[in-house]
């Protein structure tokens, strides 16, 4: 049976460590780290939303291989599907 809390949009402050979503420009990624909110608003922009958040990009390819690799990735302002979310009871 699939768990209720899959497959559907959500926010950045709801990620848990685990979980696989895809975002803007289908880039699939595994969380690493759960998101911390900023301390102080950003140079450019002014905002005080979510740190980046250190993730997995999982490379999805039918003709090479492709290494994953760890990267940090802005969730603020855009689309996050959850894909697969782990159970860390």
Do not use: A
């Not at 420009?25 to 608003?41: D, E, Q, V």
């Not at 922009?45 to 690799?69: A, H, M, N, P, W």
């Amino acid at each position: 049976m699939m768990n209720m809390e899959q497959n559907k949009l959500i926010k950045v402050e709801y990620l848990q460590v685990g979980d696989e979503v895809i975002v803007t420009g289908l880039r699939y990624l595994k969380i690493l780290r759960t998101p911390t909110l900023r301390t102080t608003p950003t140079r450019i922009y002014g905002c005080t939303g979510y740190k980046s958040v250190k993730c997995l990009d999982i490379q999805l390819s039918k003709f090479e291989e492709c290494e994953d690799r760890e990267v940090y990735y802005d969730f603020n302002y855009c689309d996050i599907w959850l894909v697969k979310r782990e159970n860390n009871n």
